[in-house]
Structure formats: structure tokens, C-alpha cells
């Protein structure tokens, strides 16, 4: 039905005057926004997000992570990326060493104009905001915390091949976001940032020597139904303009619901270094509940119960739509 898709966006009447001396009412309707993007498919991008939880956690040293991290190359090629594995060994709050791996896929590499996409594939190996704390050194699925955003992303790359934007587009899934000190540890023996590893990696080894991008955006936690976007302090303070386009553009497609003309507190997240050291400016788009516990975050958040259940096509749909929408009118 045509009707669906159409919504008025503002009504107003205007005073017409007639040649005969006698004035008018007339409704002027706002033409709909027609949206440029192809569709974005939300069972699809579902079903990456469930592939990717299938392997169980994927937690750094184990060969779950080993084997989702070849599942995600395996496709990205498939969909048509030039990808690259930048491997690295990283060091945890409690000095574990880390076998870790970025994966970078790009279309459009003869573009100097760029778009950077990201989000964290790893999970985090602590439950450690779980109810029993019988779960807190228990290693958890992320479906919502690490999966959701890859697999918005993998269904990007999928409709980026299909018909290439203006603007050439890199997508990055860093790795170690989630290791980061739990409540139980007493003290880091590293320096600085314990969360956001692979990204501080790379902030400071960049795939391509002094690689730049136009703008940058992170997706975090993108795939929980009732899902809520606030504005990130960080990305205000960075990208304050990337922040009103994007949130500007989900309202054009109506999708204000879930992204919310609010701001929201900072976090730190992958867009922290990619802001401060790669000095690309990127915002966060992160489910964040004003009402909730847990920092504020969704109510299973580092609990074990991130698992598909959580999980809703709705919200993969308002943001995954929402992103294509800023890519393809990107010139
Ligand atoms: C912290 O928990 C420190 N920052 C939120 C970033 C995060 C963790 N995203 C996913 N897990
Ligand atoms: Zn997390």
C-alpha cells in the first residue's frame, strides 16, 4: 500500500486571494520525504546477529572468537569488501595477552571522500552486572552488546554492494572493546582506557598510514526492542554537526521513537579513540534508558540474559534505515 509510506509532515493553510476581491482557505500538504537509500532489511541484518551469537561467546583466546572472526572476513568478501585483518596482541587489565584481530572491509577505495562505520565483535567475558553473583566471571552471548551492531553493519556492506553510494565507506569491527576491568578487580596493571583495546590499536596504527575519514559512526548496542538514542556527550563535543544529521535524517524517517532529541550522558566507547587519537569526528549511537539501573544501560546489559530474545527487528530497521539514508545522500 502507498498510503503506508507516506506521512504528512506538516499541514498548514494558507490565505489565498482571488481576483474577485474575496480570499480562500487552501490546504497546502508538505510533500512527504521521499528517502534516497535502498532498503535496508531487517531480517537479514537479524539473522547476522543470531549467526554471530550461534558461536557462543566470542571471547579473545578462545576458538569460538577465532572461528566468528573468519565467519565475519568470510562475508565481508562475500558481500563484495576489500577486507583486511589487522592481528595484534593486546594487553588486559589484568595483563592477560590478548590474540586480537580488527577487521576492516571497504568499498569504493578509488573514493578520497569517506565514511567510517563501526562496532565492537568481540564479547565481554564477565556477567559481571548480573543479578547473581554466581554469573559475574561467566562470559556472556552479546546478542545485543557487540552482535547487533556487526550485524547492522554486515547488512550495510550487503546493500553497499549492491549499488555503491558517492562517498566511499569503510566499515571497522574492532575487537576487545568488552574486556574492560569488571566491578570485582581490585586494580589495572595497565595504564589509561581498559575498554575500547582494539580501537586504541588502531587509532594509533591505522589500517592505511594517516587514514582519514569525513566522519565516523559507532554502533553500540543497536538491536534491543524499545531501543532509546540519546545525544552522546562525546560525540556532541566532537561531531556535534554528525550528531544533528543523523538524528535529523531519523526524523525525516520518522523514526524520532527511537532517537530521541535528548541528550544523554558520556560514555566511553570505540568512538573515544578514534576521536582523540585518530581525530576523525564520530559519534555513538548507544542505547541508553533514562529510566533504567545498570548505568542506564538496557537491563541486560552484562548480565547473561544478552541473548536473541532481546533482540528486535524494529530497532535494527530505525537505525540500519536511518544510517544507509546518511550515506546515500552523502556527496
Ligand atoms: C563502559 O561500560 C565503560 N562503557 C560502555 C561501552 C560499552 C561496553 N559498550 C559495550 N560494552
Ligand atoms: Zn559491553
New binding site residues.
Partial sequence: MILRNIFITSMAFSVIACSCGKTTKKAVVAEPYQKVSPDFDADSAYTYVDRQVAFGPRVPNTKEHVACGDYLVAEMKRFGAEVQEQKMVLTAYDGTKLNARNIIASYGLDKKKRVLLFA?WDS?PYSDQDADPANHKKPLLGAN??ASGVGLLMEIGRVLQNKAPEIGVDIIFFDA??Y?MPDFAEKSLIEGNT?CLGSQYWAKNPHVPNYKAKFGILF??VGAEGATFYKEDVSREYAADIVEKVWGTAGQLSYGKFFIGKNGGG???DHVPVNEIRRIPSIDI?DYRMEAGH?G?FHS??TQKDDMRNIGKETLKAVGQTVLEVIYKEK
Fill in positions: 565492537h565481554r552488546d557487540g572493546e568488552d574492560g575498554w553500540d548496542m560514555v566511553t566507547d548507544l548505568d544501560f546489559w552484562h
